[in-house]
C-alpha cells in the first residue's frame, strides 16, 4: 500500500520511512529494557532468546573494553553517517533504491546514536543461537545496517558496466 501524496514527494517519503524506522527501533529497544532486567534471557524457541544487554562498543562489542573514548567515537562516526547519507539521499538526484536503501542506513545509526547519547550503550536484545554457541546480541538498528550494506554491495555487483572514455585509458591521445 503506497500513499500517493507521498509517492510525489520523495523527500518526505524518506523523512517518513526513516522516523518510521527509527520508531520501530527504539519502541523494541525500550520495550526490552523494561520488560526483562539488564543481563536477564528468556528463550523463546531452541534458537532465539530476548535479552537485555548493553553493548558500549560497536560490531561484536569491538572497543567496548576501551575505557569510555570509544562512546564519543562512535557517536562521531554516526553523526557523520547520518549526515553524510541524508546529504546524498536529500540534495542529489538518488536513485529511488540507493534513497530507501540510505533510509535504512540513517535510521540504524540514528537508533544506535540516540542510545550512545542518552545511555553512553546500545541496547541489544536479540540473541541468536546454535546449541552453546551465540551470535553477538543486536538489535533493529543493527539489521537496518547491515541489510543496507548487503542490499548496497548486490545493487553494486549488478549494476551494468560503464563505458569509459578511450581516450582517458591508457596509450590513448592526450
Not at 500517493?4 to 520501530?24: E, I, N, S, Y
Not at 532486567?37 to 535479552?51: H, I, K, P, Q
Not at 554457541?133 to 538489535?139: L, Q, S, Y
Not at 543493527?142 to 596509450?171: F, I, M, N
Request: charged share 15%; proline share 3%.
Amino acid at each position: 500500500m503506497t500513499i500517493p501524496w507521498l509517492k510525489g514527494h520523495p523527500r518526505w517519503a524518506w523523512f517518513t520511512a526513516v522516523a518510521v524506522l527509527l520508531l520501530v527501533d527504539q519502541i523494541t529497544k525500550a520495550y526490552f529494557a523494561d520488560f526483562l532486567a539488564l543481563g536477564e534471557s528468556m528463550r523463546v524457541t531452541d534458537w532465539l532468546n530476548f535479552v537485555h544487554v548493553l553493548n558500549t562498543g560497536a560490531a561484536f562489542s569491538l572497543l567496548a573494553d576501551a575505557g569510555g573514548w570509544q562512546r564519543y567515537f562512535f557517536i562521531l562516526i554516526a553523526l557523520i553517517v547520518v549526515i553524510a547519507v541524508s546529504f546524498v539521499c536529500l540534495t542529489r538526484r538518488a536513485e529511488v533504491m540507493d534513497r530507501w536503501v540510505g533510509a535504512f542506513v540513517v535510521a540504524g545509526a540514528g537508533g544506535n546514536l540516540i542510545d550512545r547519547i542518552q545511555t553512553g550503550a546500545v541496547v541489544d536484545f536479540l540473541d541468536f543461537h546454535w546449541r552453546q554457541i551465540h551470535w553477538p546480541a543486536f538489535n533493529f538498528a543493527d539489521v537496518y545496517v547491515v541489510c543496507s550494506v548487503l542490499t548496497w554491495s548486490v545493487l553494486a555487483l549488478s549494476a551494468p558496466k560503464r563505458k569509459t572514455d578511450p581516450s582517458l585509458s591508457e596509450g590513448g591521445s592526450s
